[in-house]
């Protein structure tokens, strides 16, 4: 069955990096476009960043853009999400998704949560 | 690019309907077909309920139902039942800079 399961989420200092990494079964990873969306603590989702089945393309939600880098590696069937210079407003539990038709997130993972506190 | 408007609760009692709104701009919901719900209890990652404003993915009872007029999508769940209690958002393709928007979320409480 089709499984992502996020990992690499913990406690980091204002301005600090983090590296958040998501890993696929289940399906051929290499087929599909993959989703970031983060929830931070109490409030709605917000799409962070997809990148294609091959990488060729990323796209960006404007409050990560320059910050934040989505990355894959297909032989290894995961998905990277490198965040830089973080602060308090990207505390979140942070989920990958497996596209659906491009534009719909059909599969998630459990998320895993950043925290970014001094 | 901004949230989707959404109510922030709406309620109703074991088989009886709600509807939830949905309201965007020209730019997202009002330009494409690519709406999209979610259903997400507590603790737990969204589930995917509609997708293209009306389609139910396999094993979503049609209970669920969406539709679409001009800016803005909804959503209805009919026959409520108890473990329709959720929060539940709508999403849209935002077209320009191939961007995505979620809606601010909606409580659903079965009374």
């Known amino acids: 069955q089709v499984q992502l399961v996020e990992s690499g989420g913990g406690v980091v200092q204002p301005g600090r990096s983090l590296r958040l990494s998501c890993a696929a079964s289940g399906f051929t990873f290499s087929s599909y476009g993959i989703h970031w969306v983060r929830q931070a603590p109490g409030k709605g989702l917000e799409w962070v960043a997809v990148s294609w089945y091959d990488g060729s393309n990323k796209y960006y939600a404007e409050s990560v853009k320059g910050r934040f880098t989505i990355s894959r590696d297909n032989s290894k069937n995961t998905l990277y999400l490198q965040m830089n210079t973080l602060s308090a407003d990207d505390t979140a539990v942070y989920y990958c998704?497996?596209?659906?038709?491009?534009?719909?997130?059909?599969?998630w993972g459990q998320g895993t949560q950043v925290t970014v506190s001094s | 690019q901004s949230a989707l408007t959404q109510p922030p609760s709406a309620s109703g009692s074991p088989g009886q309907s709600v509807t939830i709104s949905c309201t965007g701009t020209?730019?997202?919901?009002?330009?494409?077909?690519?709406v999209s719900w979610y259903q997400q209890h507590p603790g737990k990652a969204p589930q995917l309920m509609i997708y293209?404003?009306?389609k139910r993915p396999s094993g979503v009872p049609d209970r669920f139902s969406g539709s679409k007029s001009g800016n803005t999508a909804s959503l209805t769940v009919s026959g409520l039942q108890a473990e329709d209690e959720a929060d539940y958002y709508c999403s849209s393709y935002g077209g320009s800079n191939n961007h995505y928007v979620f809606g601010t979320g909606t409580k659903v409480t079965v009374l």
């Open positions: 998704a497996r596209a659906y038709r491009t534009y719909y997130f059909e599969f």
């Open positions: 020209s730019s997202d919901v009002g330009g494409y077909n690519y």
């Open positions: 293209e404003v009306s």
